[in-house]
């Protein structure tokens, strides 16, 4: 019994964890493809479902089956995997920096894809051949790029890389903002900020393949990485002593999470909070080991964003609050919750 | 296990910070490293234990060149323990010790019962078996020492470098760390500020100025009050304790 405690649990007791989490997750998105301005019956969503993978051919009206299938369900997963890969960049960043506030967009991708994303909306650089989302991406690695190159290659130690991403942060924060008020009018400076605080409308399958594979690539690689990921607790020098080629984790890890980020930023926004919070919450429940952590947080985020993102389409009728100030909105208070809980012992 | 030192040479920009340093340890030796402050102990460490490359020179492990190892499998042979290496996360003493098997592990193995008997060898070695489950943060200056001392052992090192162990520590620990390292079957090189307690507990010392070695040797023969006054600035008489035998220091205020 003393060892289960020690590990936190057998492998059977984590498989348990991880079909229940699963179940959880998969009720989540039914739900979301249930719940609307236009309700859909939980049978009828699965049926439609069935029906499109050729496993049924149930008579369900067209116009439910194209909901559920061509709108409802692409969403929902897209929102479980950007849930699920902010959580697991912000777990690595808050290991890597050793910084508690650290989260996905601390090295500067979100703000280099808001300037790209402006760049494509109010100066139509590509002229209509590059989409919005390319335009984000690219400023996303442009602002990573910067930090790379500010930090030397991530190499100079935790505080010197948070302050090169602050310092591309603002940069490129302040050309946005220059783009916006010097060429912009009023409606272009409106849809830049609805796609700054984050929607997961208009997201379609062939996004939800592309987040597949850079999510599903990006776990892959954290957790081949993850008992390298512990040895950094006490901080660069203590990991190298224990074997762990420093470098160049820091800098795949880098890597991987500003891919990831920058293809969920240039998707969908850049969705705060969600990065921060969600590993904090993990790691109060399954520690703080990296094995567990990831998946955990890949999990929790996913659950947690698919919530959001019906939270964001039933609070007001008729219309989608930002899914950036649903995700805040929704997890502060939890947050508190269990700030509160696991504040020090006095 | 051996450790030998050539003609080290190690600096930031243009300042040498460690400046033609030769030294050897003999197998299962514990030697003390002293000096003043900024005399160039702790970047020494650091270059024996192959945590820097030095610019010239080289060191030897058991006749091996540290440099064409790699650093995986370094750390499978030689342990280094930071001075009061912290930490905000929330890990159990048991999570830290288990960092120590951080080299004998690939990126996915389980948990070995190999690894489990190291970790329970290393635990009781430092006498925190009974703290297994206790948070990191709610340990005292004393018992996270004792930890991170658990932790390099448990990476079954055959050579241990500690940087000033007995920092922060009072009087009672630092005896009782430096006894442990002392009674270890380990060669184990540490950095020290107090005088006594090399005196104490090393089986040779030796002493750096400005990144140079000034001396070396049996405790016996490397303090003398002519060495405090020229390396540490300080006059003093030394007796030999009737206690333990060792030279004994008497400092004498100005």
Not at chain 1, 152 to 181: D, E, K
Not at chain 2, 102 to 109: G, K, Q, V
Request: charged share 15%; glycine share 10%.
């Amino acid at each position: 019994m003393t060892a289960t405690a020690d590990t936190g649990g057998g492998p059977a007791r984590l498989a348990l964890l991880l079909v229940l989490s699963g179940a959880v997750l998969v009720l989540c998105v039914a739900l979301a493809t249930a719940i609307g301005d236009y309700r859909i019956g939980l049978g009828t969503v699965f049926l439609a479902v069935t029906n499109e993978l050729g496993l049924t051919g149930a008579e369900i009206p067209a116009i439910e089956q194209s909901v559920v299938w061509d709108l409802r369900l692409s969403r929902a997963l897209v929102a479980a995997l950007a849930g699920a890969g902010l959580a697991i960049c912000g777990a690595i960043l808050q290991a890597l920096l050793r910084n508690a506030l650290a989260e996905p967009f601390v090295l500067g991708v979100s703000a280099g894809a808001s300037t790209g994303a402006v760049c494509v909306i109010v100066l139509g650089i590509g002229a209509g051949g590059l989409s919005l989302s390319a335009g984000a991406f690219a400023g996303a690695f442009a602002a990573f790029g910067l930090v790379a190159l500010l930090s030397n290659g991530a190499t100079s130690g935790p505080n010197h890389t948070i302050l090169a991403g602050v310092a591309a942060s603002q940069l490129f924060n302040a050309l946005t903002s220059y783009i916006v008020t010097t060429s912009g009018n009023a409606q272009q400076a409106r849809d830049v900020m609805f796609w700054l605080l984050g929607s997961f409308g208009g997201v379609r399958w062939p996004d939800f393949q592309l987040l597949l594979v850079v999510v599903v690539l990006g776990l892959a690689v954290c957790i081949w990485m993850a008992r390298a990921l512990d040895a950094f607790t006490f901080g660069d020098e203590d990991a190298a002593s224990l074997g762990v080629p420093v470098g160049r984790i820091r800098l795949v890890l880098f890597a991987v999470t500003a891919m990831v980020t920058a293809t969920i930023v240039s998707m969908v926004g850049a969705i705060g909070f969600v990065g921060l919070v969600v590993p904090h919450a993990a790691r109060y429940v399954v520690g703080p080991m990296h094995l567990r952590l990831l998946p955990a947080c890949a999990v929790v985020g996913a659950v947690f964003m698919v919530l959001a993102d019906i939270a964001s389409r039933v609070i007001v009728a008729q219309q989608t609050i930002p899914i950036g100030v649903v995700t805040a909105l929704v997890g502060v208070p939890f947050f508190a919750v269990i700030l509160y809980r696991a504040r020090p012992q006095a | 296990m051996s450790v030998v030192a050539e003609s080290l040479t190690w600096g930031v920009r243009r300042r040498t910070i460690v400046s033609d340093v030769s030294l050897s340890v003999a197998p299962g030796e514990t030697l003390g490293l002293i000096g003043p402050n900024g005399s160039g102990k702790s970047s020494l460490l650091r270059l024996l234990a192959g945590l820097r490359r030095p610019q010239s020179g080289r060191v030897t492990i058991n006749g091996r060149d540290i440099a064409g190892v790699g650093r995986r499998v370094l750390s499978r042979e030689v342990a280094f323990v930071q001075q009061s290496a912290a930490t905000d996360t929330n890990v159990s003493v048991l999570d830290v010790v288990r960092l120590g098997r951080t080299p004998h592990r690939s990126a996915l193995a389980g948990w070995s019962a190999e690894d489990e008997a190291a970790v329970a060898r290393a635990l009781a070695r430092v006498d925190m078996a009974g703290h297994r489950a206790q948070p990191w943060q709610t340990l005292s200056g004393g018992e996270r020492q004792r930890v991170h001392i658990a932790r390099a052992l448990a990476q079954s090192p055959r050579v241990m470098f500690l940087d000033e162990p007995t920092n922060h520590l009072d009087i009672h620990h630092q005896i009782e760390i430096l006894r442990m390292v002392r009674d270890l079957d380990l060669t184990s090189v540490v950095a020290l500020h107090d005088l006594n307690l090399a005196a104490m507990f090393c089986d040779r010392i030796v002493v750096l100025r400005g990144g140079s070695v000034v001396t070396a040797g049996t405790p016996e023969a490397v303090l003398t009050e002519g060495l405090l006054r020229d390396v540490f600035r300080v006059e003093a008489g030394i007796g030999r304790s009737p206690h333990h035998g060792r030279p004994h220091i008497q400092f004498i205020p100005g």
